[in-house]
């Protein structure tokens, strides 16, 4: 069994998540105690007890799903689990590349939580409410998305932004091409194009302010060669120079997360198991309509980190 542990990006939190690993773990409370004292604020109760409006603001939700994530692997490791002997290889959906690439010893936990604030704020910061837009196209190829986006070019910008996999591609640009787009998807045969309801037009070139300031943050943050391997969102293959991922992190700001590809690059290099580590379920149900014959298991709950042990370490 060949092994990856993946992890979840922006829409997986929820109100309440890893509640209960840090009631009953020492090594998850822990990992909440270091974000909230590297952020200066008490994240956790928002991520505990919310409300729900602002654990989805964008500077909170990624470093709060980033949280929850390695809250789970202090627990894995906690009872014997270690990712270098265990993992092949490490990736993460947007926010959760940074996620993976802590994991991996990359960042510490801190830094990692520095840089999702950093992040989130400059992606929010960069493009004025209402003038960005994304969209959904659901059920129409790959090649035909890139179709739509080029003719909708002609009256703005308007790119993919993460290609899921499964049959769901995401847009992103300006209010007005992302709007043509879809309703161009929908004339190609797309079963639907949905706008939505996001406050920033993530992963595309609007988001380019952002971008230069991820270049500053992580010209000054410590990093190391990860442990082992990071299938980079921008690249959809295997990275382990701490330098050469610092510039796929800037790149991946204004460019495309290649998910359909990163899985299939695990199930063509024999990666058999998927680990979704963290928050939600959302990667696992990609994984499975993306292929067949890469097994997705999420891992979120004291139940689930009993049966991923009992596999990893059997």
Excluded at 23 to 46: H, M, Q, T, Y
């Amino acid at each position: 069994m060949t092994v990856a542990f993946t992890f979840p990006g922006q829409g997986s939190q929820t109100v309440g998540m890893g509640k209960d690993l840090a009631d009953n773990f020492a090594e998850a409370r822990a990992v909440f105690e270091e974000v909230d004292e590297a952020l200066g604020e008490k994240l956790s109760d928002i991520i505990f007890n919310g409300p729900d409006d602002r654990l989805t603001l964008t500077a909170n939700a990624q470093p709060a799903l980033m949280a929850v994530s390695i809250a789970v692997l202090r627990v894995l490791q906690a009872r014997g689990f270690d990712l270098k002997s265990k993992v092949s290889y490490v990736a993460g959906h947007s926010l959760g590349e940074y996620s993976a690439l802590c994991a991996a010893g990359t960042f510490s936990l801190a830094d990692t939580a520095r840089l999702l604030r950093i992040r989130g704020n400059a992606m929010q910061a960069a493009v004025p409410v209402g003038v960005g837009a994304m969209a959904a196209i659901i059920g129409l190829d790959h090649a035909d998305v890139v179709d739509v986006c080029t003719e909708a070019l002609a009256i703005g910008a308007c790119q993919i932004a993460n290609d899921n996999g499964g049959g769901q591609i995401v847009i992103s640009g300006e209010k007005a091409p992302v709007e043509k787009a879809a309703e161009l998807a929908t004339a190609k045969g797309a079963k639907r194009a949905i706008l939505l309801p996001v406050s920033a037009p993530f992963h595309s070139s609007l988001m380019a302010p952002a971008a230069e300031a991820m270049r500053a943050a992580l010209a000054e943050v410590a990093k190391s060669d990860p442990v082992v391997p990071v299938v980079a969102n921008v690249r959809a293959a295997p990275v382990k120079d701490a330098g050469e991922i610092a510039d796929l992190l800037v790149a991946q700001v204004t460019g495309q997360v290649r998910w359909r590809e990163t899985v299939e690059w695990f199930a063509a290099n024999n990666v058999t198991t998927l680990y979704e580590i963290g928050a939600g379920k959302v990667l696992t149900g990609l994984a499975r309509r993306i292929d067949k014959s890469v097994n997705g298991i999420a891992v979120n709950t004291t139940t689930d980190i009993d049966t991923a042990l009992a596999s990893l370490l059997g």
